[in-house]
């Protein structure tokens, strides 16, 4: 009994001090944040906030709310259509579509000259942010996809880092015997990313112009066909690798190559392993080079009635995190901004400036229907990378036709 | 005598299968206990090693000095919150559960196993309307959001009215005519017999309360009443796992629970009734 | 007021005095969702505008349970049947197990409170550390499990991605998880069970079988009723470790009713809550029927 009464008086005295949010100063205009920024990236986001809180001391006051990325759009879809949203949040870029089509988005139409103002960021990024002509979304940067290395061991075994899908194969030849496993590939997540990128690099699409699976053809076959034989014909990665487990395999010395997400560069930076970066623009085919990327934008969730000054201070917090994010880019992103995408600083990161060929940088179609006709192939990937025997041919067959009865579905409505 | 050495020879032989299983089952816990000791590149390393290679409070040291975040401030939270929610739970399910296992009434049993069926359909859209009564009461990010929805819980009704089944009718019967109201049967006869069943529900009343992320996530939108779950979540990145931290976290999260745990058992003991009453 | 009449209506009032507490929680908080939720489920519900939405009577019912050609069938009874091999495996030793548990930690054997803490001490994890635990262990390269049956000489074992496995993974880490609940309930109960009884079997020479049969099974009986239909609901709505441990794998083979309903409710790309609802009341009929079933066998078993 003491015990616990012991236990309670230490927690009530230690837990003396939350995180108060200080008042409104007269005239200081308030915004709500929501962004999905959880552990380190938070801490530099809220740096990022910070500095503008106290740069706009009493004009702008800006709050901020954290919510994990897996379960941020259950909040959203609870709290904004009831009016409860926030007056920013960070959405994917390959929502946007959607959420815009929905009606659950307000538009940046006429608080700025879309044209002007998408000058000065990425075009592909910008032109992601539109739906039917109109801007919903900001670039705050763009995350894509690309390959590390293990210095040491492509060192040992005296090859350079592969470019092309030939030059993979041939190098997991020559790293036989040297390390254990060449490039493990979770056949689960970010597997779609890497296929997707590799759909486009054999030139062919995700989604047609009436929003139906287009992947179903010979560039999608072929697409198909470099996850199967990754693992059960060149003997790139073994088979049944689990999510996290290649990342794992890579951390621990094991694995000479690994792909993933920019955001991956600190994770791998702590593990201590001796790494390089490289672009995988042209790793899986070669009709065109590109890189799987998607972007964190500024949206406005549907809100009624947003006064004018409200308006304003949304576009200058915009305007200043995207030009300042430097520190946003050092944690693992690329910037969207092109001041900062061309700027010397950025040129001099150590890792960022070999990690993706920023002209091979590929979104998904800008579809609302996107999810509904492409997502069906993911699972595909998964089957062709766990299953010997599997038939690509029909493998693409089922995913189109789930994608063609999910995308009327949708827009029979 | 014989009767003894029986006894004995039971406690010797459940004592040996009950150390081997429970070894087994501790296994996972001392590995998370060891990896919150482990450095962040030994606990990816993944080894078997359950005595860490180098010994650290670094992840402690971490969770502890978040300035962002405040780990016993969210332990505190969660306490509160679990705590009012216990508290009022237990007053509302044996009161429930005493009508339904006690009382006799016109369509008693009809009435309680509706009540069991609904817990048998999910309840898969309860976040929109429950959201939408959320505003309309104005508590949105308050404390009895977090305390009160889940009092219509069936479950601690139907545990408490089982246990108030297995009451001799002859007692309530003999304190009845000794002229006492049910109110008084059930404060001064009902509620000391089943402890260990109201002991019971409040640990399970709590550990759901304690848990509870989603509902959390969505109704509170700053760090006033915050609670553990979601506390933790933010302070993990979304990719990068660091596995060391949040072993640390998890190890700190434990301990309070625990703690109530270890004082709840001491309840769990003969039913006082039983072994007097009967023969 | 005549005397007898104030007395029966007291008599009546006082049933409603215990009751309506908790009924009248039960019905804001409960029975409006509950209903919202039905109501939902004759419509083609538009999430975002539910002025938008369409009523369409019983069509949502029919194309999950009858039309098959359609996705929502496909999802339906593959997340169905998943489920219901889910309970089927995962109930037993839900039940059973922690009878045995709490049995032998009846006779107070030394340190029988540490072993209740042991036992206990899972459930204090959240699904998700839950989950992470045994993705960690069970990991098929690098996992504390494969890495100990290597030592062994045995080739790694695809816990979380190949069948049978991914069940027999699944089933581990839930039983390692709620066991301590059921444990605890038992032990609860078990100490109703007068030890004058025991004793005189003991002196018969009774098995230990015979003991269970006789004289535990009849004393716990309403507890072991609750302890089986709970068990049941929970199983069926199984949800996390599946989601998050196996993430519906392989090739759906795990993907349970409840990831189908809750994606298709309103996380999912395209939220269609009229079937999601409809999907959770058809589950709920299921359960409902396996449990009035239960409840009768448990109930004549004792008798």
């Known amino acids: 009994m003491t015990l616990s009464i012991l236990f309670i008086s230490i927690f009530t005295l230690a837990a003396c001090g939350g995180n108060g949010d200080n008042d409104l100063q007269e005239g200081e205009v308030a915004l709500t944040f929501w962004n999905i920024f959880t552990g380190p990236d938070g801490q530099v986001m809220r740096g990022m906030v910070d500095d503008f809180n106290d740069e706009y001391d009493g004009e702008i006051r800006v709050s901020t709310q954290t919510i994990p990325e897996t379960d941020f759009y259950d909040v959203f879809n609870t709290s904004v259509p009831q009016g409860e949203g926030p007056d920013i949040a960070i959405m994917h870029m390959r929502r946007i579509a959607q959420y815009a089509e929905l009606g659950m988005l307000n538009a940046f139409e006429d608080m700025i000259d879309a044209d002007e103002m998408g000058e000065n960021y990425l075009d592909a990024a910008w032109d992601g942010g539109s739906f039917e002509g109109i801007q919903y979304g900001i670039p705050l940067d763009v995350h894509p996809i690309g390959l590390y290395y293990n210095k040491d061991i492509l060192d040992e075994a005296g090859i350079d880092v592969p470019t092309t899908y030939d030059e993979l194969v041939a190098a997991c030849e020559e790293l036989e015997g040297v390390v254990d496993h060449c490039m493990p590939v979770s056949n689960t997540w970010p597997s779609q990313n890497l296929f997707i990128s590799s759909l486009f690099q054999h030139g062919g699409s995700d989604l047609d112009e009436n929003h139906y699976p287009a992947f179903n053809t010979q560039e999608g076959y072929d697409a198909l066909k470099v996850f199967h034989d990754m693992v059960y014909e060149d003997n790139i990665s073994i088979p049944n690798v689990t999510v996290d487990e290649d990342l794992t395999l890579f951390r621990q010395g094991n694995a000479a190559f690994h792909i993933n997400g920019i955001w991956m560069l600190n994770g791998i930076k702590e593990s201590g392993v001796n790494f390089g970066t490289s672009s995988i623009d042209t790793l899986f085919g070669d009709e065109q080079p590109a890189v799987w990327a998607d972007s964190h934008n500024f949206v406005m969730p549907y809100q009624p009635g947003m006064s004018e000054e409200k308006e304003e201070a949304i576009m200058t917090f915009i305007e200043y995190i995207t030009a300042n994010a430097m520190e946003w880019v050092e944690g693992g992103q690329f910037p969207a901004d092109l001041s900062l995408l061309e700027s010397e600083a950025f040129e001099n990161l150590e890792y960022h400036s070999t990690f993706a060929d920023v002209d091979a940088i590929t979104f998904t179609t800008t579809s609302p229907y996107l999810e509904d006709g492409f997502e069906p192939i993911f699972l595909r990937v998964t089957q062709a990378m766990r299953n010997e025997d599997a038939d690509i041919q029909e493998l693409l067959d089922d995913a189109e036709s789930e994608g063609i009865e999910l995308v009327d579905e949708a827009t029979g409505r | 005598m014989a009767l003894k050495a029986v006894e004995d020879k039971k406690k010797r032989i459940s004592f040996w299968i009950l150390s081997i299983v429970s070894i087994v089952w501790i296994l996972p816990i001392i590995w998370v206990i060891s990896t919150s000791f482990k450095t962040e590149s030994e606990a990816v390393s993944g080894g078997l090693n359950l005595i860490p290679r180098e010994f650290t409070f670094e992840s402690y040291r971490y969770i502890f000095t978040d300035d962002q975040h405040n780990v016993l401030f969210y332990v505190f939270n969660s306490f509160r919150a679990a705590g009012l929610h216990v508290f009022f739970y237990l007053i509302v399910a044996s009161l429930a559960a005493y009508a339904y296992g006690i009382l006799q009434f016109k369509g008693r049993d009809k009435m309680f196993w509706m009540l069991v069926a609904t817990m048998m359909i999910p309840v898969v859209m309860n976040l929109v309307p429950l959201y939408s009564l959320m505003i309309t009461f104005e508590w949105i990010n308050s404390l009895q959001a977090l305390v009160v929805p889940g009092l219509g819980g069936v479950f601690g009704i139907f545990l408490l009215r089982q246990f108030n089944l297995g009451i001799p009718r002859d007692i309530i019967e003999s304190a009845q005519i000794d002229g006492a109201n049910h109110f008084q049967i059930y404060w001064r006869l009902i509620l000391p017999l089943t402890k260990p069943a109201l002991v019971v529900v409040a640990l399970f009343a709590f550990m759901a309360n304690w848990n509870e992320y989603l509902w959390p996530l969505v109704v509170l939108n700053d760090d006033t009443y915050r609670t553990l779950p979601v506390g933790l979540a933010l302070m993990q990145g979304n990719y990068n796992i660091y596995y060391s931290r949040l072993m640390a976290a998890t190890t700190v999260s434990m301990i309070p629970v625990m703690a109530i745990f270890m004082v709840a058992q001491r309840y769990f003991i003969k039913g006082i009734t039983m072994t007097g009453s009967k023969g | ?303």
């Open chain 3, 1 to 303: 007021m005549k005397p007898q009449d104030a007395k029966s209506l007291r008599s009546r009032l006082v049933p409603g005095a215990f009751f309506l507490p908790h009924l009248i929680i039960f019905s804001i908080f409960f029975v409006f969702p509950f209903f919202y939720g039905i109501y939902i489920s004759f419509f083609d519900w538009n999430l975002f505008n539910p002025d938008l939405r369409e009523f369409v009577g019983l069509d949502n019912f029919r194309r999950i349970l009858f039309d098959s050609d359609s996705i929502y069938f496909r999802y339906f009874w593959n997340g169905l049947r998943n489920t219901l091999t889910f309970v089927v495996l995962s109930v037993p030793p839900l039940v059973i197990f922690p009878l045995i548990i709490a049995s032998l930690m009846n006779v107070e054997p030394k340190g029988y409170k540490i072993f209740r803490a042991i036992f206990y001490l899972p459930n204090l994890f959240s699904i998700a550390t839950l989950v992470l635990i045994w993705r960690w262990v069970l990991n098929t390269n690098v996992g504390a499990l494969n890495l100990t049956l290597g030592e062994l000489g045995i080739d790694n074992i695809p816990w979380l991605s190949e069948q049978p496995f991914a069940w027999i993974s699944l089933v581990l880490m839930t039983v390692w998880w709620t066991i301590g609940g059921n444990m605890i309930i038992f032990t609860a109960s078990l100490k109703e069970v007068p030890d004058n009884l025991y004793e005189a079997g003991d002196i018969d020479g009774a098995s230990i079988f015979q003991k269970m049969r006789y004289i535990t099974l009849p004393y716990i009986r309403n507890q072991l009723i609750y302890i089986t239909i709970m068990t049941t609901i929970a199983s069926f709505n199984v949800f996390g470790q599946p989601q998050l441990g196996t993430e519906g794998g392989p090739d759906e083979s795990t993907t349970v009713l409840m990831m189908y309903i809750r994606n298709i409710a309103f996380t999912g790309g395209r939220p269609n809550p009229g079937v999601a609802t409809a999907m959770a009341i058809a589950m709920g009929v299921v359960i409902i029927l396996i449990g009035v079933g239960q409840a009768k066998i448990i109930k004549r078993m004792g008798d």
